[in-house]
C-alpha cells in the first residue's frame, strides 16, 4: 500500500486518522526512503486507488487488513512485501487500519532480499515466505513496539541484520549514480544515454537495472515521470495539462493520456479531478 493517491473520499468516511512519516537514520538513506504509519477507523467499506512510485514496500498490519484487487498477486499476512509494479491497484478498505510501514528506494531491497527483483513484479508477498528465520521476529517486535519511533528503531536494527552486501558493488553503484541522474528531469532521458552514463551496453545495462529495481529502464522512466507531472501539479494546480506535458518533457499531450491511463487507469483530466495531485516520489 503505497500513500501516492489520497482520495478525498477517505477522509469523508473516516471518523478519525493519524499520519506519521519519518526519515532513516543516515547510514540507510541508500536503502530506506522514509518510515510511515497510518491508524484509520472508516465508517464504510470504500476503495482506494494506488497507483505506481517507482519504490518498493514493507507493510505491517496491526489491526484489520485492506482486501487487495487488480494485477497484484496478494497473500493474506501480518507482514508483507509489495514489490515493484508498473500500473495501479485498488484496495478495499474497511474498519480499523492500523499500519506501519517502510518506503524502499528503488533499488533498495536489491540489499537485502535473497532474489533479484524482477522476480518480485506486481507481487505482494509474506514476509515470512521472504524472510523464515526473522519476519516472525520483527512482526511481534513491531506489535510490541508502543510509539511510532521504537518501531522505527526496530526496523532499523533488522535490516542493518539482513543487509547482504556490506560494500556496493560496480553495479550498485552504477544503479545509484543511473537513479540520481534521473531524479531531476526523468523525461529528458534515453536508455542509449543512461546506458553509456553507467559504462554499460544497453543490454548489459537493462538486464542490471531490472535485477536491482524489478522493472526495465523504460518503465522506470515512465512511472517517474508521471511523478514528476504529478509534483508539477502539486506545486502549481491551475497549471494546464498542455503545459504540464511540455514541462515534464512528453512528447506530446496525447503522449502523457496515454501515460496516465497505463499508469492508472484515468486519463489525467479524470485522474486530477478525483484524486489529490501529490508525488510520493518527489515529495520530501
Not at 508483507?80 to 506501519?100: A, K, M, R
Not at 544515454?193 to 526495465?216: D, I, M, P, W, Y
Not at 502539486?234 to 497505463?262: G, V
Amino acid at each position: 500500500m503505497q500513500p501516492a493517491v489520497i482520495n478525498f473520499d477517505l477522509y469523508k468516511k473516516c471518523l478519525q486518522m493519524l499520519f506519521q512519516t519519518s526519515p532513516p537514520s543516515t547510514s540507510l538513506s541508500g536503502i530506506i526512503r522514509k518510515f510511515w504509519a497510518m491508524n484509520a477507523c472508516t465508517i464504510q467499506p470504500h476503495t482506494q486507488r494506488i497507483v505506481p512510485t517507482g519504490t518498493t514496500e514493507i507493510i505491517f498490519y496491526l489491526t484489520d487488513r485492506p482486501i487487495l484487487k487488480g494485477t497484484y498477486k496478494g497473500y493474506e499476512s501480518t507482514s508483507c512485501f509489495h514489490g515493484p509494479t508498473d500500473t495501479y491497484f485498488d484496495l478495499e478498505v474497511q474498519g480499523n487500519i492500523n499500519l506501519f510501514a517502510i518506503t524502499l528506494q528503488p533499488h533498495g531491497a536489491f540489499w537485502f532480499l535473497p532474489q533479484p527483483m524482477h522476480e518480485l513484479f506486481r507481487q505482494n508477498l509474506p514476509l515470512r515466505l521472504l524472510f523464515p528465520k526473522t519476519a516472525l521476529e520483527w512482526e511481534e517486535k513491531i506489535a510490541q513496539a508502543e510509539t511510532f519511533d521504537e518501531k522505527i528503531k526496530v526496523s532499523e536494527e533488522m535490516v542493518f541484520r539482513l543487509i547482504s552486501k556490506e560494500t556496493a558493488g560496480f553495479n550498485e553503484k552504477r544503479i545509484a549514480r543511473t537513479l540520481q541522474i534521473i531524479h531531476p528531469e526523468p523525461g529528458k532521458w534515453y536508455i542509449d544515454q543512461l546506458a553509456s552514463e553507467a559504462f554499460l551496453c544497453r543490454k548489459q545495462f537493462e538486464r542490471v537495472f531490472n535485477e536491482q529495481v524489478g522493472v526495465t529502464p523504460k518503465r522506470f522512466l515512465r512511472i517517474i515521470r508521471f511523478q514528476r507531472a504529478l509534483f508539477e501539479k502539486q506545486k502549481n494546480p491551475e497549471l494546464p495539462l498542455a503545459a504540464l506535458a511540455y514541462q515534464c518533457h512528453f512528447a506530446d499531450q496525447s503522449h502523457m493520456i496515454r501515460d496516465f491511463q497505463l499508469i492508472t487507469g484515468l486519463s489525467p483530466g479524470e485522474y486530477f479531478e478525483n484524486c489529490e495531485p501529490i508525488s510520493d516520489y518527489y515529495t520530501p
